[in-house]
């Protein structure tokens, strides 16, 4: 089946570790995202890739990083200097090329600090 | 700059009404629009957009939004709301002609369908 997983479906960290998400899709999609979700707020987009070794900062990317070495693949890691990183974390790909084309979502990684 | 408001956070509609979740947007330049779905812990489905051409768009599960460009709103509705429509809906908006592929969701709208 062709879709985005997202892993681990739950993850807690400890104050002041780094901690990576995992984004993988098998939908030949050139572009991948990351969004923040927490209640009230909607999402927030954290970093986007349009294409393989190059990703852009989205709207609140500070205390987060990513790489993007291979289509496939759009790691997130939530660094210790991520002051609230407690949310629910969505990764995001579409077709390149097709701007009018919907994203298709992840099933989302819930991260709790503890 | 690119903003999507979703001016309700929640609906309440009793199952056979027809619902109605509103959105408007702003974009510098002409818009994509979407409809997405979310349900518990899970990650958002796709249910409609709007490119071009008729205004009136369908999509999935009898969903239904309507693109007013002189209103800059796109409101999302169906004509008989079922208790399984209970759910977490975003508006989300792209820039046409400019914004690369940046895409700006709303805060959501929870929708609850009473039996």
């Not at chain 1, 987060?64 to 291979?70: I, L, N």
């Not at chain 1, 097709?98 to 979502?105: C, G, I, L």
């Amino acid at each position: 089946d062709g879709g985005i997983t997202q892993s681990p479906k739950y993850l807690f960290r400890k104050e002041g570790q780094n901690v990576t998400l995992s984004c993988e899709q098998n939908l030949n999609h050139d572009a991948m995202y990351w969004y923040r979700q927490d209640p009230g707020q909607g999402l927030r987009l954290i970093y986007y890739s349009q294409i393989v070794n190059d990703f852009q900062k989205g709207d609140i990317a500070e205390g987060y990083s990513v790489s993007r070495e291979k289509k496939e693949s759009f790691p997130l890691t939530v660094t210790s200097a991520q002051k609230n990183p407690t949310a629910f974390y969505l990764c995001a790909s579409s077709p390149m090329g097709q701007k009018n084309t919907e994203a298709f979502f992840g099933q989302g990684t819930r991260l709790t600090v503890v | 700059a690119q903003s999507v408001a979703q001016p309700e956070d929640q609906v309440n509609v009793a199952e056979g009404n027809p619902l109605t979740v509103k959105c408007t947007y702003s974009v510098s330049g002409n818009p994509y629009l979407f409809w997405y779905v979310q349900y518990p812990n899970r990650g958002l489905q796709f249910l409609l957009k709007y490119i071009t051409g008729d205004n009136l768009v369908k999509g999935s599960y009898g969903f239904e939004a309507e693109f007013n460009k002189s209103q800059t709103s796109f409101h999302l509705k169906k004509p008989s709301a079922l208790v399984s429509d209970s759910a977490l809906y975003f508006c989300a908006v792209r820039d046409r002609d400019t914004g690369g592929f940046k895409t700006i969701f709303g805060a959501g709208t929870r929708l609850f369908v009473k039996a």
